[in-house]
């Protein structure tokens, strides 16, 4: 993988028809990323210089409180942008982020990145819909994962999964136990849950593809 192959599935993703001259300018203002499992792209606090678009692999992001316990914000999938609060007027990075197996990531200029949207108002609408999809999408995620039981904010989640990709059997995205972490709830009792839901035929489970057997049972 090469910088200018990242760089153009990024303008694809979410600038659409990008000139050769902005091309050639955003080129110049990136960066290709190669990080193993576990290394960290940046910590919560630190100087925020590059908004991050993920051609490869898999990240956490999470915050860490006083005492020292992460709590797992968003997992980060292929082809999805980060860190783009940067454009806001942001300084540092408001969460911390971990690669959870070997991943190739894009790190466009936050500054540079700024002065070409405020230069393109095609492009500025553009990204202000995507931003403001996402949005809309996370605040609805935190509501309904915030205020249930273990058994039901998974059910949300897959469903929200399902829902998204069009299907009835989605992967899940990461590992169980890190999965568990975004939950709020340990490994031990994620697998008490799979196996119950299992057992009442409301999922089938096998290995993290997980498929539902019944649609609605959350009420959502």
Same mark, same amino acid.
């Given at each position: 993988m090469?910088?200018?192959? +990242?760089?153009n599935a990024f303008q694809k993703q979410f600038l659409g028809e990008v000139d050769d001259a902005l091309s050639a300018t955003l080129l110049e203002?990136?960066?290709?990323?190669? &990080?193993q499992k576990r290394d960290?792209?940046?910590?919560?606090g630190d100087p925020g210089e590059y908004v991050y678009f993920l051609q490869q692999g898999n990240i956490r992001l999470f915050r860490t409180t006083d005492q020292g316990k992460e709590t797992v914000v968003h997992f980060v999938q292929s082809g999805e942008l980060f860190a783009e609060i940067l454009l806001v007027g942001h300084q540092q990075y408001p969460v911390s982020a971990m690669a959870l197996e070997p991943c190739v990531? !894009?790190?466009?200029? +936050? $500054? $540079? !990145?700024? @002065?070409?949207v405020e230069r393109n108002p095609d492009m500025a609408l553009r990204y202000i819909g995507l931003l403001t999809q996402r949005l809309k999408? %996370? *605040?609805t995620m935190v509501e309904q994962l915030s205020s249930?039981? *273990? @058994?039901?904010?998974? !059910? #949300?989640? #897959?469903?929200?999964?399902?829902? =998204?990709?069009? %299907? &009835?059997? #989605?992967?899940?995205?990461?590992? &169980?136990? =890190?999965l568990a972490l975004l939950l709020g709830t340990t490994p031990e009792t994620f697998?008490? *849950?799979l196996k119950k839901l299992a057992e009442d035929e409301i999922? @089938? #489970? @096998?290995?993290?593809?997980?498929? !539902?057997?019944?649609r609605g049972a959350t009420g959502i």
């Open positions: 090469d910088k200018a192959a +990242a760089l203002a990136t960066t290709l990323v190669y &990080k960290i792209l940046f910590h919560e990531v !894009l790190g466009i200029s +936050a $500054r $540079r !990145l700024r @002065q070409a999408h %996370l *605040v249930r039981d *273990v @058994q039901d904010r998974f !059910l #949300v989640y #897959v469903e929200h999964l399902a829902k =998204e990709h069009r %299907l &009835k059997t #989605v992967k899940l995205p990461v590992p &169980k136990g =890190e697998s008490r *849950v999922i @089938q #489970v @096998q290995g993290r593809e997980i498929t !539902l057997l019944r």
